[in-house]
């Protein structure tokens, strides 16, 4: 199982980013995908989930209306608009059965990613 993040860097507030997480080693149409983010010294967030057997989505609400999730084959997207500095985190991709549903929080043992790192700053 592999799960592999990209697409991370600095930019200007106000400027799109869009990050992706290549996945591979497991049947990602019967999972659901998150991503979330880590600032030190703070709690991970959740920002984006979609589940992709019924194409579900939830969105944080520091996020609705800027943020997309999405996915293409074994691929999942976040097409990050809008940017704000309280953006800045280290994004991680994460994978769960999908039958847990939006709500359920990810563990450790479930398919995460090393994260890529978004810095928004003038």
């Known amino acids: 199982v592999q799960v592999v993040e990209s697409g991370g860097g600095l930019v200007q507030p106000g400027e799109p980013l869009r990050l992706s997480c290549e996945t591979s080693?497991?049947?990602?149409?019967?999972?659901?995908v998150g991503w979330f983010r880590q600032v030190p010294g703070k709690q991970r967030e959740g920002v984006a989930k979609?589940?992709?057997?019924?194409?579900a989505t939830d969105y944080a609400d520091s996020v609705k209306g800027r943020f997309t999730i999405s996915r293409d084959r074994d691929t999942v997207y976040l097409q990050m608009n809008n940017l704000k500095p309280d953006d800045s985190a280290v994004y991680l991709c994460?994978?769960?059965?999908?039958?847990?549903?939006?709500?359920?929080?990810?563990?450790?043992?479930?398919?995460w990613g090393q994260g890529t790192q978004v810095t928004v700053s003038s």
């Open positions: 994460v994978a769960w059965p999908a039958p847990y549903g939006l709500g359920y929080a990810p563990k450790e043992y479930d398919f």
């Open positions: 080693g497991f049947r990602l149409d019967v999972y659901a």
């Open positions: 979609l589940n992709n057997k019924n194409n």
